[in-house]
């Protein structure tokens, strides 16, 4: 596809229960972001790869939070023992440059649920 | 119609009619700025963007404003559509907080009145 494509589109889960979350970045895109979006607030940072080094993951609320980028093009955000203030929808971003300014490209999230 | 910043969180207007959504911006520092329309259920869509050596940009039917004495950007939506019906948020950047970590604001609801 062309665009940033994110599995699975909803995801519930028990409260304690782990979580992976995944994001297929377009084509070529050097940098990707995770957003956080809690329901009637803008998207908040997480975390920030540029190819496969993670460079930026100041946004992580705790140590539960995990993501990675093995090779470089699809990213995985794992949430270990889910907690309901986890609820929220994730977003994932890329762009072409590794250096430099260029809008982000979203995929339309995964939609948590933590009961 | 007008919204003033992020305090009012929606702002409805007729079809046809032009719109503003304003934006406060937090960091002087800040060079680059983004305007996204996300409608329910979707991820952000990317409308326009402006670095911070401009004052103005245009593309279609839009118009971006950015006054860096106060800190203000505002997006203009000109005869408004029903498909502009969203939420509209702006983004900035800056390089004291890391490459290419846009910060949003909270967002305005635009609703188009037929």
Redesign the interface.
Known sequence: GAG?SQSPRYKVAKRGQDVALRCDPISGHV?L?W?QQALG?????LT?F?NEAQ??K??LPSDRFFAERPEGSVSTLKIQRTQQEDSAVY?C?S?T?G?G?S???????TRLTVT | GESVGLHLPTLSVQEGDNSIINCAYSNSASDYFIWYKQESGKGPQFIIDIRSNMDKRQGQRVTVLLNKTVKHLSLQIAATQPGDSAVYFCAEHNLIQGAQKLVFGQGTRLTINP
């Open positions: 940033v940098s972001f957003y607030q803008g998207p908040e940072f920030y540029q460079l930026d100041s946004g977003l971003a762009t440059l250096g300014i809008p982000l490209h979203f995929g339309n999230g």
